[in-house]
């Protein structure tokens, strides 16, 4: 039997991940593992996480991690104008994508993640997979979303714990890749949340705007409430 412990935002990279590991990957058991870390939209991102949890009869557990938002300078946790994305501004996320980044989260978040699996691991001897939803977009702004970066914590896992394997299926896939796949396996997207700055999506914000140019690119009708 194959467990899995899968981070996930509500949005809809980590949720389809979520769906992948049970229906394509047949991972029996999945945890899903939210991290509350003040960010402006938790209230939706921790609905969308339970119900994906729901849905694949998988478990939930929320890390209480409020201190790294008190930290961050990121407008996904601080005040600040946000700027209204263009289509055309899409073509280069560098100096937009800057403004959102929250200092060392994924690896902050697999830290607690190889924790959590090796405590399960002292207490009923059964090994957990960790998969995280990671996408290499914008990788000058996000270096804890690189191929490198999921390399290097493997590493970490394999000298610190008893190797429990961090995968990332989708890290190589663009957004509207991603989309379909999350299509195929029977995601509801109406039950995720991809907005950096509300708990409904706002529309004009670069996450908002990706996710857009995802449905667009997939040829898929989006029926998200902007």
Known sequence: MKKAIVLCSGGIDSVTTAYYAKKKLRYSEILILFFNYNQKSLKR????????????????????????GNISISLINKKGKIKKIERKELRNTKGESERYYVPCRNTIFLNYA?????????????????????????????????????????????????????????????????????????????DTHSCYVQNKHCGRCLACMLRKEGFYWANLKDTTEY
């Open 45 to 68: 991102e921790r609905e969308c996480s339970r119900e994906c949890a729901r849905k694949l009869g998988a478990k939930f557990s929320e890390i209480d991690l409020r201190w790294l």
């Open 114 to 190: 190889l924790a959590l699996a090796e405590s399960l691991n002292i207490k009923n001897r059964e090994k957990y997979d960790i998969f995280v939803g990671f996408k290499n977009e914008g990788k000058e702004s996000f270096p804890d979303t690189t191929p490198e970066f999921v390399k290097k914590m493997n590493e970490l896992s394999r000298i610190s714990t008893k190797g429990f394997r961090i995968i990332a299926p989708f890290i190589e896939k663009d957004k509207e890749d991603i989309i379909l796949i999350g299509n195929e396996v029977g995601v509801d997207f109406r």
